[in-house]
């Protein structure tokens, strides 16, 4: 619901100056950060939070709030005073504490720390993305959930806009093109991203380095363009932001320009006010210039009234709580549906359906590549899970990510479950965060494991935020061969178990991909990185021991007298591990084989479990794996040997690569017969 304010309150400019009054002390007190985008958005910023924005300061997770995103986070004190103003829990100390160890109000808003911040913004261009991926949602959800009953109404449950803020930096990046580029293909009409257009960076002036036409670029895309909006007038905003939402069909920018650090005579409009404190003498004359009186942190209580979204907020939340009661009666079936979703659960029955699918996947032994292992998974969990959308940056059948039943997510049809996200890695895995955090959806994107590169900012910020994100990788070593290195990762996995909170499977068959999946599915404090081999690899005969996959590490080959080395090892590799414990075996040398696939997963278990698997006295230990050998120092000691790669591929057969590199068997067998 939106309303005009009520005649008599303070005038939109003193309400915008209560956001530069804050921005300006609280930088000032942290001598640290960027006042010249909340200044210069300031007006902007109380337009769209006290009369369009529908959103409840006291329930920030409401199901059909609108989303509002900070892409140029840098300007992280204009959403944390608009937080504080319209009545979040947000205290005036938390302001003051501003960029101070253990506040609510870090340098850039971080999900998870500050109620209504809906996601980490920092890195330029990746919060836009977020804001994609979100409207993507809303609009899949929409069209599934929303339902007409039988006298012809409309219940409409998922109905909301997301609103994006970005900056010069934003539009900079390459990812804003991957991004936006895909939003104008898809339709998001309920996209709105207002473009604060105020010529500066850091570095001076953008004319220098930034000179395209925004305006003409984005109707390039697709999308309905309002250029020219006075982004101090809050009249002209207002009209703005309401002929955007007008605009169903196509996203929507409206190209505001503003003056960066407006109100201070000295610094605005200059770089001097993008990313230091105004000083306290310009601060002095800046309270002057707009006639502000209060003293630092403090805000009149006719201002904070005339901010205060909270009945707004509540009847906003409250008329659609009785939308939803009469769609429950309608619907029940759905509605119990929609809940579930949101709520992030998983069936009941799930956890006893991959059992079962783990155990029939055991029974068959099929030997086939990981990703086709994967494939297999994937379409019966679209069976089991209605929130699964996948998708692939211009591979599904390399990634073998889609399945027969899928369908694709366009303008015209929004109810599917796979989206061709084209040649945009970096993108797709931005906006599969957004998808995550709109909630509803459970996300899962594929791409080559070399190109999780081109994406590894957003596999950083999934894993910082601590969000469900599915990130398929196949191709997944040099055995993958022909294409040579430029496509065979080598420094990729280390990479991604080096990331805190990031969880990374490497399954050795198709039962190890079961679990894998399983694992990836049920976690929910993180995202989860599936790596798949191109290659057909050797099913593997474990004696019953499939319940400790799930550990992350297990016994799979046990010798019959007392082991006197261990070689561990992940993925296709296990089967050359295997390989090399049966001939030592047939030397009378007892050598057990670890298979890893997880070994963050492995890490978190209880120690009795893991020495029972690496125990500490079996000193000679052995790693194999196609891949950079420093990662495995850690479980072999300084004593132990890696067969692995410290260098680039090479362009061949799989087969001939692999043995170039001397990842092969025999190249194991010497290295436990050198320990041993």
């Not at 906006?431 to 594929?446: D, M, T, V």
């Not at 994406?455 to 910020?461: E, G, H, K, L, S």
């Not at 850690?634 to 090479?650: A, N, P």
């Amino acid at each position: 619901m939106s309303s005009q304010l009520p005649a008599g309150r303070s005038s939109s400019k003193i309400r915008a100056n209560a956001i530069r009054a804050l921005t300006m002390d609280a930088i000032q007190r942290a001598n640290s950060g960027h006042p010249g985008a909340p200044m210069g958005m300031a007006d902007i910023a109380e337009v769209l939070w006290t009369t369009i924005l529908r959103h409840n300061p006291a329930n920030p997770e409401w199901r059909n709030r609108d989303r509002f995103v900070l892409s140029n986070g840098h300007g992280s004190m204009l959403l944390y005073s608009l937080l504080h103003l319209t009545g979040y829990d947000l205290s005036i100390q938390e302001l003051e504490n501003f960029r101070q160890l253990g506040s609510k109000t870090p340098g850039h808003p971080e999900y998870g720390y500050t109620p209504g911040v809906e996601t980490t913004t920092g890195p330029l261009g990746q919060g836009l993305a977020n804001a994609v991926g979100m409207a993507i949602a809303e609009k899949i959800l929409a069209a599934r959930f929303n339902q007409t009953d039988e006298e012809g109404k409309l219940h409409a449950i998922v109905d909301h806009h997301t609103y994006v803020f970005a900056g010069d930096g934003c539009l900079m990046e390459g990812i804003s093109h991957e991004v936006s580029s895909l939003a104008g293909t898809l339709g998001l009409g309920k996209l709105i991203c207002i473009y604060d257009d105020n010529g500066i960076s850091i570095d001076g002036k953008v004319s220098g380095w930034f000179t395209d036409d925004t305006a003409r670029r984005f109707e390039a895309y697709g999308w309905h363009v309002i250029d020219d909006v006075d982004g101090h007038d809050a009249k002209a905003v207002d009209s703005a932001i309401r002929s955007a939402k007008d605009a169903r069909d196509k996203p929507s920018i409206i190209c505001c320009k503003t003056q960066i650090g407006y109100g201070s005579p000295n610094k605005a409009g200059t770089a001097a006010s993008h990313g230091s404190p105004l000083g306290e003498d310009e601060i002095a004359e800046t309270r002057k210039a707009l006639g502000w009186e209060s003293d630092p942190f403090k805000i009149p209580d006719e201002i904070y009234e005339d901010w205060n979204c909270g009945a707004r907020g509540a009847e906003s939340e409250n008329i659609w709580q009785q939308q939803f009661k009469e769609y429950s009666g309608q619907f029940p079936q759905l509605a119990l549906e929609f809940e579930r979703q949101m709520r992030g659960d998983l069936p009941t029955d799930f956890s006893d359906q991959m059992q079962a699918l783990l155990l029939k996947t055991d029974e068959a032994g099929k030997s086939i590549a990981s990703r086709s292992a994967s494939a297999e998974v994937i379409r019966e969990l679209a069976n089991l899970l209605p929130e699964l959308i996948g998708g692939s940056a211009d591979l599904s059948g390399s990634n073998l990510t889609h399945w027969p039943e899928a369908a694709a997510v366009t303008a015209q049809a929004t109810e599917g479950n796979y989206i061709y996200y084209g040649v945009r890695e970096f993108g797709m895995t931005a906006i599969c965060n957004g998808i995550s955090l709109h909630g509803g959806l459970i996300p899962f994107s594929g791409t080559f494991l070399i190109f999780m590169e081109y994406a590894r900012n957003a596999v950083r910020m999934s894993a910082l935020m601590g969000i469900r994100n599915i990130l398929v990788y196949t191709h997944d070593s040099i055995a993958q061969g022909e294409d040579g290195p430029t496509h065979q990762p080598v420094e990729q996995l280390t990479n991604l178990r080096s990331t805190p909170n990031m969880s990374v499977w490497r399954p050795c068959d198709a039962v190890e991909t079961v679990a894998a999946w399983k694992a990836a599915i049920e976690r929910r404090s993180g995202p989860t990185a599936l790596v798949f081999s191109r290659q057909g690899i050797p099913h593997q005969e474990r004696d019953g021991r499939l319940a400790d996959i799930e550990r992350g590490a297990y016994i799979l080959y046990e010798p019959n007298d007392e082991p006197k080395a261990i070689i561990m090892a992940t993925g296709s590799e296990v089967d050359i591990a295997m390989q090399a414990a049966q001939n030592l075996s047939r030397a009378g040398k007892a050598v057990r084989v670890v298979s890893m696939p997880s070994v963050d997963v492995f890490e978190s278990q209880e120690e009795d479990y893991r020495l029972k698997v690496l125990p500490d006295v079996v000193r000679a230990r052995v790693a194999v794996e196609a891949g950079h050998v420093d990662y495995w120092r850690k479980w072999v000691g300084l004593d132990g040997e890696v067969v692995g790669l410290s260098t680039f591929g090479e362009s061949g057969p799989g087969a001939a690569v692999m043995g170039h590199f001397g990842i092969t068997p025999e190249a194991v067998v010497a290295a436990v017969n050198r320990l041993l």
